[in-house]
């Protein structure tokens, strides 16, 4: 199985509310591969963010993928309205869902790509008996809820873990890492296993702006994978 190919993908939650559509064209000129938006429901997570009608305004504007990271409790009766807004991928907590098995399995109905997402305090053993069922598995570097935190690097070990899940299960599963990502943290991160990296702060506080971002996080990820 061929090394999976690394992914810049930056979170918008530290983007200006007030010109999303303006910023969601700046990030695909900056050249990512992806645009995570972090939807929170003031519930599983003490804050309130994106609602499906915010994405749906912006999908047309720019033509790479959408992705939902639904830090949402009981998710199963929003998921229709994020892929309507025009989401390809779907992230659930595995924490925040009764019956993940089922929510897994509706996403992948709904035509989206399914993927589950760990807390820091949450083992890799809890996705093992989904592994069937996800396209990527997102292993938290932060608690959820905000963006501008420190890396938690005592994660290393989970993601190297839920590397090795992946590569015994034989399936092509992407690893996702999300918080704290940056240049003086997506080596280590990469080094454990991770190919996808969320990155908000680091993309949008670069001096050298996004694009310089995207490159140097791509190139240090790329270089640490060896
Ligand atoms: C936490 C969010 C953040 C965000 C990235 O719930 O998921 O991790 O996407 O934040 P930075 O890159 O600023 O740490």
């Known amino acids: 199985m061929s090394a999976p ?12 509310f007030s010109r999303l559509g303006d910023e969601c064209q700046a990030l695909e000129k900056a050249g990512v591969d992806r645009i995570q938006w972090d939807v929170m429901d003031g519930v599983f997570v003490p804050n ?13 504007l720019v033509d790479v993928p959408f992705e ?3 830090m949402v409790v009981e998710p199963d009766e929003l998921l229709p309205r994020y892929v309507e807004a ?4 779907l992230i659930v907590h595995a924490e925040a869902c009764r019956h993940l098995h089922r929510t897994l ?5 709904l035509g989206a790509s399914p993927a589950v997402a760990l807390n820091p305090a949450t083992p890799a053993v809890a ?9 990527e598995i997102l292993v938290m570097t932060v608690n959820p809820g905000f963006g501008g935190q420190d890396y938690i690097a005592t994660m290393e070990p989970k ?4 590397r090795q899940m992946i590569e015994l299960s034989g399936r092509d599963i992407d690893l996702e890492v999300d918080g704290g990502i940056g240049p003086s943290t997506v080596a280590g991160a990469a080094a454990a296993g ?24 791509r190139a240090l990820a790329e270089a640490a994978r060896g």
């Open 68 to 70: 939902a990271h639904l």
């Open 127 to 135: 996705v093992q008996h989904v592994l069937d069922l996800v396209d």
């Open 159 to 162: 993601v190297r873990e839920v």
């Open 48 to 60: 309130l963010t994106f609602g499906p009608d915010v994405i749906a305004a912006c999908r047309p």
């Open 86 to 89: 025009g989401c390809e991928l």
């Open 5 to 16: 190919q690394i992914q810049i993908v930056p979170s918008v939650l530290p983007a200006d």
């Open 105 to 109: 399995g509706l996403i992948r109905d």
């Open 194 to 217: 991770a190919n996808v990296f969320i990155a908000g702060s680091a993309l949008f506080r670069d001096p050298e702006g996004q694009a310089h971002a995207v490159s140097e996080i």
